[in-house]
């Protein structure tokens, strides 16, 4: 293929977008093929001579698409979702047209410079303080390890990168049980290791983070000749909501002169509508924040907001510079490749820039509004059908439930054998989880085109099914 053939096919690539985005509701959610399917489909050796693009396409229709689990779909109702507003992929479409590699400012100062205004835009909506600055990284879970590798160095006094672990104390982090895994693999990737992250009981209808419990750990390890090092606070956990009492928390660790990182990979972005900022009262206490708007702004993946209220605490455990990566002639530039782990870096400002002027804070407060509410009236219908027991409540647009009707011998196998049936079944998308070793369905609404009908639709589905299974 020649640039010459760009245009044409540039414009039959985005009729083909524009009409699967107006028609993926009308396609099961989930995808339908059987393990090895796809693989078994492609050729095991790679071609020789090029082949017609025409072909190329026809088997992406053929072998790619029934291999895909709709996540722009309307009634995507698991995990959290993946958003692409249009404006969005457009940018990300220039974005991939030019190709930069934004590692530096030289390499680019349009991105470097956009990337500093967009994150002072997205502190603004968030109502952050001024001292806070923010990176894009790739994920929530990057940002969390270059957090743990921050608060790492600074109980080491800034010698665990050059000295090793091993001839420093033994340094130890706390969370409660309902953080992400990726907290888990940053303190493996760190070297910490799993014994080092300490759990600390939860307690209350938000399944938060014990202050008290928190504070007596770090006291009891403190007693033992431990390292103290830093504490991760939950908001919007990925399997109930979960949220810490951020405020009393970080009083505790600031007693200690401990790091904080507060993980909102989700949630944070309800943080754009003031009503919902007491979730997180006290978050401007924190070192490190960070919500992921390809979650729920409508930004397509990946684009992860890392806000920091010491930025150099972070360049000065991750900076590296060789001659060949200094900038000569232009001091006091910010070099965002020092503020995460990858070297690397793609220009994801742009599509934020596109979504936040295309839309505007007051559109994404709405959406935000809707799915919520929505979701809230879904809880309420479900928790007046005999049968089935909420078993945590909204936090936002997540709750969790169970069916559990008269009689019913184990009930882990039947809620499982439900969300089984509802996810073979095509017409909306759940998936699971465990709340004190149960076993109950999640559901949770964040797909940026999704409407009441969608929400109520799962109302239909999920009693529909039970009913057969009962």
């Given at each position: 293929?020649?640039w010459?053939?760009?245009?044409?096919?540039?414009?039959?690539?985005?009729?083909?977008?524009?009409?699967?985005?107006?028609?993926?509701?009308?396609?099961?959610?989930?995808?339908?093929?059987?393990?090895?399917?796809?693989?078994?489909?492609?050729?095991?050796?790679?071609?020789?001579?090029?082949?017609p693009?025409?072909?190329?396409?026809?088997?992406?229709?053929?072998?790619?698409?029934?291999?895909i689990?709709?996540?722009?779909?309307?009634?995507?109702?698991?995990?959290?979702?993946?958003?692409?507003?249009?404006a969005?992929?457009?940018?990300?479409?220039?974005?991939?047209?030019?190709?930069?590699?934004?590692?530096?400012?030289?390499?680019?100062?349009?991105?470097?410079?956009?990337?500093?205004?967009?994150?002072?835009?997205?502190?603004?909506?968030?109502?952050?303080?001024?001292?806070?600055?923010?990176?894009?990284?790739?994920?929530?879970?990057?940002?969390?390890?270059?957090?743990?590798?921050?608060?790492?160095?600074?109980?080491?006094?800034?010698?665990?990168?050059?000295?090793?672990?091993?001839?420093?104390?033994?340094?130890?982090?706390?969370?409660?049980?309902?953080v992400?895994?990726?907290?888990?693999?940053?303190?493996?990737?760190?070297?910490?290791?799993?014994?080092?992250?300490?759990?600390?009981?939860?307690?209350?209808?938000w399944?938060?983070?014990?202050?008290?419990?928190?504070?007596?750990?770090?006291?009891?390890?403190?007693?033992?000749?431990?390292?103290?090092?830093?504490?991760?606070?939950?908001?919007?956990?990925?399997?109930?909501?979960?949220?810490?009492?951020?405020?009393?928390?970080?009083?505790?660790?600031?007693?200690?002169?401990?790091?904080?990182?507060?993980?909102?990979?989700?949630?944070?972005?309800?943080?754009?509508?003031?009503?919902?900022?007491?979730?997180?009262?006290?978050?401007?206490?924190?070192?490190?924040?960070?919500?992921?708007?390809?979650?729920?702004?409508?930004?397509q993946?990946?684009?992860?907001?890392?806000?920091?209220?010491?930025?150099?605490?972070?360049?000065?455990?991750?900076?590296?510079?060789?001659?060949?990566?200094?900038?000569?002639?232009?001091?006091?530039?910010?070099?965002?490749?020092?503020?995460s782990?990858?070297?690397?870096?793609?220009?994801?400002?742009?599509?934020?820039?596109?979504v936040?002027?295309?839309?505007?804070?007051?559109?994404?407060?709405?959406?935000?509004?809707?799915?919520?509410?929505?979701?809230?009236?879904?809880?309420?219908?479900?928790?007046?059908?005999?049968?089935?027991?909420?078993?945590?409540?909204?936090?936002?647009?997540?709750?969790?439930?169970?069916?559990?009707?008269?009689?019913?011998?184990?009930?882990?196998?039947?809620?499982?054998?439900?969300?089984?049936?509802?996810?073979?079944?095509?017409?909306?998308?759940?998936?699971?989880?465990?709340?004190?070793?149960?076993?109950?369905?999640?559901?949770?609404?964040?797909?940026?085109?999704?409407?009441?009908?969608?929400?109520?639709?799962?109302?239909?589905?999920?009693?529909?099914?039970?009913?057969?299974?009962?």
């Amino acid at each position: 293929m020649k640039w010459n053939e760009f245009g044409a096919w540039g414009a039959q690539v985005a009729a083909w977008a524009q009409d699967y985005h107006a028609t993926v509701g009308e396609r099961p959610v989930r995808a339908r093929t059987r393990p090895g399917e796809v693989l078994n489909a492609l050729p095991e050796t790679p071609p020789e001579k090029p082949e017609p693009l025409e072909q190329v396409f026809e088997d992406f229709e053929r072998i790619v698409m029934p291999g895909i689990t709709h996540w722009q779909h309307p009634r995507f109702f698991a995990y959290f979702a993946a958003n692409a507003a249009p404006a969005s992929v457009l940018a990300e479409f220039l974005a991939a047209a030019l190709a930069p590699q934004c590692m530096l400012w030289q390499t680019s100062p349009a991105a470097t410079e956009m990337e500093t205004r967009m994150m002072d835009w997205l502190r603004q909506a968030l109502a952050l303080p001024e001292p806070f600055a923010g990176v894009i990284q790739d994920s929530a879970s990057s940002a969390t390890l270059a957090a743990v590798l921050t608060m790492r160095e600074k109980a080491l006094n800034w010698t665990g990168n050059t000295r090793g672990l091993a001839q420093n104390p033994q340094v130890r982090v706390y969370s409660s049980a309902e953080v992400h895994t990726s907290v888990d693999r940053a303190i493996w990737i760190a070297g910490i290791g799993q014994d080092n992250l300490v759990r600390i009981p939860i307690t209350g209808a938000w399944r938060g983070m014990d202050p008290q419990a928190l504070e007596a750990a770090i006291r009891a390890d403190l007693a033992a000749g431990l390292t103290p090092a830093g504490v991760i606070l939950c908001v919007g956990g990925t399997g109930t909501g979960a949220t810490d009492p951020i405020a009393d928390c970080l009083a505790v660790a600031a007693k200690y002169g401990l790091y904080t990182h507060v993980d909102a990979a989700w949630a944070g972005s309800a943080m754009i509508c003031p009503e919902y900022r007491h979730m997180w009262q006290g978050v401007e206490r924190a070192d490190s924040i960070v919500f992921n708007p390809h979650k729920w702004l409508g930004v397509q993946f990946d684009c992860s907001a890392h806000f920091l209220r010491e930025p150099d605490d972070l360049v000065k455990t991750l900076a590296i510079q060789p001659e060949y990566l200094k900038t000569h002639g232009a001091d006091g530039m910010i070099n965002y490749s020092e503020w995460s782990v990858p070297l690397g870096r793609r220009f994801r400002a742009l599509k934020l820039w596109f979504v936040l002027r295309a839309y505007g804070l007051e559109n994404l407060r709405r959406r935000l509004h809707n799915h919520i509410t929505w979701s809230h009236l879904l809880h309420d219908r479900i928790a007046a059908t005999p049968g089935f027991e909420i078993v945590t409540p909204p936090m936002w647009s997540l709750f969790t439930f169970r069916f559990a009707p008269p009689g019913a011998a184990d009930a882990d196998a039947l809620n499982l054998a439900l969300i089984n049936a509802i996810n073979d079944d095509g017409r909306i998308y759940l998936t699971q989880t465990r709340v004190d070793g149960a076993m109950v369905i999640r559901f949770q609404a964040g797909q940026f085109d999704t409407t009441e009908r969608d929400v109520m639709m799962a109302y239909d589905v999920i009693t529909e099914l039970a009913a057969q299974l009962a």
